[in-house]
Each structure stands twice: as structure tokens, then as C-alpha cells.
């Protein structure tokens, strides 16, 4: 008899990494094997997306693959975890007679217990969502490397019209600082040089001590050599004090994702984002102003219900505003228990497809542009490996989130800080000489 062999595939976002290494590391600690060969697995694990429907239709597609796995191996288990799971729930297990698991985002504590129930022919479901679990003291599964993400709280109570995510991921809920330094400080001592802490909205991060900038603050005081960053916020908890603290730490990156989703006020509203344009436009100044050299992206929707042509024009007059480095372009998806999903999805699809093209080739040209006026400064990145094309070339990435490739020298290696200068560019990639 082997041991269990576990194989765990993630759709969607940086939370989803982030759960699946806390999932891979409950269980190990109750003694099955992390495999990354399909093939040998004996309990196969998708980790979903629900946040549009592009995304839960790839993973109808992967679960038709699948199919074939099972009646290849009698006996393999197939599980859904993840925002899938918590919003389709019984339907999986009944309409995809192939599922025998189905577990949500606050249950992976019980997954050992589910996989045995499988196991001995019956269904696994836990789709309970939890007021409090943060999964704190789990010591997440990671493979060695430079980079990590930390999941520091979970859940949203913002409820914009258009998201699932308060839904399949339940109500906020904030995880104990000590407990994050405690992890940022053992990855430093495994030789990561860079940790993302993520959340939903970590802005509305609150531990009943310490607030987000508290939490930022401890962890870039951990290891002065190790970069922080952080994602996702929103504009709505954006404090100076957050603003001040990055400016403050030289290892916070200068990089700030807040996402605007639209440029017009009658769709913010509609949206419930609970700000306006100015709003927005002060809060970008004021970084600005405090934190030289800050660069922003963001995340926006083309589409959603009654937009018009005003309503796009203002979100592109925006992006022109703000100069973003890089932004998450989307169509709106209507999502069935959203408040949006009442509204009539009036866009037609041609006329999103034609929007959101519209905003992605602005956004090519704003980054094209930043880029270009790179030409001749000096930055330091953290080297991160050889550049995808070739071994005579490392790529790294600056403070700002940008990748600078440039050629393999003196002998550096990946987690070095080296310090370039930049004589060319793309919309998308930098290249450098070291100084
Ligand atoms: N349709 C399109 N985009 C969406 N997002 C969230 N919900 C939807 C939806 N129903 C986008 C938002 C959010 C990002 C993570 O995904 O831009 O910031
Ligand atoms: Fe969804 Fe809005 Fe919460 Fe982001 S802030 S997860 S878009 S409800």
C-alpha cells in the first residue's frame, strides 16, 4: 500500500494559489503524498473560479477530460473545491454524475474526512461558509522559491451588484498579525525574497488590534532584504496612514492595484462601489504626492447594464487620467444571486467585446508610452530566472512590478538585487544593461 497520492489543479485568482497551498498542507499533515503527475494521483482536486462564466465553462471542459481518468483508474476520486463548489454546491454532484466531492473555501479543515466518505462510494459535501475560519495557524504546503502569497484575511462584505465572490467566500474575516509575521518570517528563513498578502479587500483588514498599515509595517520589518506586497484593495478603505506607511518601508513596493471597474458615476453607483470618480482621482493624487515614484493598475468591466458610449468614454478618459501601468480588463458576466443579475444584461455581446477591445488598446498604448519614458533611468530589480527565451538572458521584475530582461553577467542568480538601466522597451517587457 502507497500512500494517498493527491494532484490539485488551480483556476482563478492569487486566493485560490493561496488555498490550494493551505489545502496541499492539511493534507500532508494528515498523511497523504502531494503528487504533480496526474497520472499517479489518486484523489484529483480542481480548485475553481465562479467570478464569470468563461472561467466555471473551462472547468465544465476539464471535468469532460476527466471523465476519461476515471474510467481509466476505478476508484479515483474527483473533487471540486472552491467558488465552484460553494455556488453550484448538490447540482455539481447530480448534473456531473462524474464529481464525488464538492467542498467550499471555509471547509478544507473536514477534506480528509470527505475524501474517506468518497472513498468508500459515498458523496463529500461541505459547503458550510464560516464566520471565522482563517486557516491562521495551517502552515500552507510551498514548494521552494522566491515568491509567496499570504492570505491575511478572506471573505468580502462589500457586495458590488456584479460579484459572486460574498457569496461563494462568505463574510470578512481577519487573520492574527502575529501569526502572518510568524510566516513571513519562517519564508525569509527558507530564502524567499518577496511575499504578496492577499485578500479580498485587505485595506478592511482589522485584527481588533492592528489595521492593514499595522499588518504592512510588521511584515516589512521581518527581513529589510524581502519585498511586500499586497493586492487586492479598495478604494473605499484607502487610508493615508496605509499611504505614509508605504512610503516609509524602502522593501514596500511602490505598486498599488486598486481597482476602479468604470469611469462614469452613474455605473459606479449602479455597480454599488460606494465612491466617485474625484474620489478616486484624490486618492491617486495623494499617493502620488507621498509615494515618488508610485505606479498603479487596476481592474475594469466593460459592459454592465445600461453602459452607454458616454459611460465608456468617461472610463477611457479615466485610464488617460490616471496613466495606469497595467490594468485586468473584463465583459461583464451577469451571476445568477447577484443583485446585478435582476438587471436586464442590455449590452449586447458584440458591442462589449467592441468596448472592451476599445479599453485594452488604450491601455496598450498608456503602458507602451510609461515604458518608453523608462528609456535611460536606472532600477533595480530582484531577479527572478532566466528569461523565457533564453539561458543567455535573466529576466527580474522592479519595485513598480515591471519585468526588465537583460543579459546573464557577473554571475547573478535568481533572488539578487541588481540594479540596470533601461534602453528599450515594450508595452509589455523592459530590457536592460547592468551599471
Ligand atoms: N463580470 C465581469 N468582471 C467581474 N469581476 C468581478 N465580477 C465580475 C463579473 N460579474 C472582475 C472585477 C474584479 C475582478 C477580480 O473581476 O473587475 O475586480
Ligand atoms: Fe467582489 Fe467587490 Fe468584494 Fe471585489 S470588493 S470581491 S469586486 S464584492
Known sequence: MHNTKVYIETYGCQMNVADSEIVMGILKNHGYDITSDINAADVILLNTCSVRDNAEQRIYGRLTNLKYNKTQKPGLVLGILGCMAERLR????????????VVGPDEYRKLPAYIDVAFNGGKGIGVQLSRTETYEEIIPYREDGLQAWISVMRGCDKFCTYCVVPFTRGRERSRKLGSIVDEVLQLSDRGFREVTLLGQ?????????????????ACAEVDNGMRVRFTTSH????????LYTIAEHKNICNYIHLPVQSGSNRILDLMNRSYTVEHYLQIIEKAKKIIPGVTFSTDLIAGFPTETVE?????????????YDGAYMFKYSPREGTK????????????????????????LDISLKINRN???KR???????????????????TDTNKLVIFESVNGFKPGDYVELEIYKATSATLFGTVV
Open 311 to 323: 459611460d465608456q468614454n468617461m472610463t477611457l478618459e479615466l485610464m488617460k487620467a490616471v496613466e
Open 379 to 397: 532600477d533595480t530589480v530582484l531577479v527572478e530566472g532566466f528569461s523565457k527565451k533564453s539561458d543567455k538572458f535573466l529576466a527580474g521584475r
Open 235 to 242: 478604494p473605499q478603505d484607502f487610508s493615508d496612514k496605509l
Open 374 to 376: 523608462l528609456i535611460g
Open 90 to 101: 448538490k447540482e455539481l454532484i447530480e448534473d456531473k454524475k462524474i464529481v464525488d466531492l
Open 201 to 217: 479587500n485587505v485595506n478592511s483588514y482589522y485584527d481588533e488590534l492592528h489595521d492593514f498599515s499595522d499588518l504592512l509595517a
Open 340 to 363: 446585478a443579475f435582476k438587471m436586464e444584461d442590455d449590452v449586447p455581446e458584440e458591442v462589449k467585446g467592441a468596448r472592451l477591445q476599445e479599453i485594452i488598446d488604450l491601455q
